[in-house]
T-cell receptor, first 112, second 118 residues
Framework: TQLLEQSPQFLSIQEGENLTVYCNSS?????LQWYRQEPGEGPVLLVT?????EVKKLKRLTFQFGDARKDSSLHITAAQPGDTGLYLC????????????FGTGTRLKVLA | DTGVSQDPRHKITKRGQNVTFRCDPI?????LYWYRQTLGQGPEFLTY????????KSRLLSDRFSAERPKGSFSTLEIQRTEQGDSAMYLC????????????????FGAGSRLTVL
């Protein structure tokens, strides 16, 4: 059972457009992470959000952790072709372990 | 430090054969993870170690899969009697221990070992 559902699954947009990716769960997470993965490589961490309601900005990327710590969103402003990749949310749902569960993934393609 | 290394990068095998993948984590990292990923999907948890102890193993794993980390450094993942459904990318990641909340450690991934079972 996949605990973290991402939407949309695929997204193809033109350069300069804005987009939002969602990560939802019925479970409470102590923190959530966002990773980006490019073809042939492993995922690379973008950000960790820890506090419910927290908002973090990384240049054109804005990450938000839901108040109830069950969901998160990633917003990209003025997308660029270099943003193309597979975006993954991840977290530890079970206390007392360090078992990271990954979301279903959102594949983003930004067209020039 | 050269990051997390995985070997081989690609493996093509015939159904029924055994395969073994190796992962060398970042040297000071005490946690090591194995994931399986199919095209366009998120990584699926297989197992993780803290030092040499295997602390959790996915119920999705059949008896054909086994992982070891004998000295708390490198790890191996063996798949016996491979099936076509085993074809996937096998990812290894490592992380260090710190006092932060669970889920706040950085997972550093290797580039993966791609398995194709014919």
């Amino acid at each position: 059972t996949q605990l973290l559902e991402q939407s949309p699954q695929f997204l193809s947009i033109q350069e300069g457009e804005n987009l939002t990716v969602y990560c939802n769960s019925s479970s409470v997470f102590s923190s959530l992470q966002w990773y980006r993965q490019e073809p042939g490589e492993g995922p690379v961490l973008l950000v960790t959000v820890v506090t419910g309601g927290e908002v973090k900005k990384l240049k054109r990327l804005t990450f938000q952790f839901g108040d109830a710590r069950k969901d998160s969103s990633l917003h990209i402003t003025a997308a660029q072709p270099g943003d193309t990749g597979l975006y993954l949310c991840a977290g530890v749902a079970t206390s007392g372990t360090y078992k990271y569960i990954f979301g279903t993934g959102t594949r983003l393609k930004v067209l020039a | 430090d050269t990051g997390v290394s995985q070997d081989p990068r690609h493996k093509i095998t015939k159904r029924g054969q055994n395969v073994t993948f190796r992962c060398d984590p970042i040297s000071e990292h005490n946690r090591l993870y194995w994931y399986r990923q199919t095209l366009g999907q998120g990584p699926e948890f297989l197992t993780y170690f803290q030092n040499e102890a295997q602390l959790e193993k996915s119920r999705l794993l059949s008896d054909r899969f086994s992982a070891e980390r004998p000295k708390g450094s490198f790890s191996t993942l063996e798949i016996q009697r491979t099936e076509q459904g085993d074809s996937a990318m096998y990812l290894c990641a490592s992380s260090s221990w710190d006092r932060g909340p669970a889920g706040a450690n950085v997972l550093t991934f290797g580039a993966g070992s791609r398995l194709t079972v014919l």
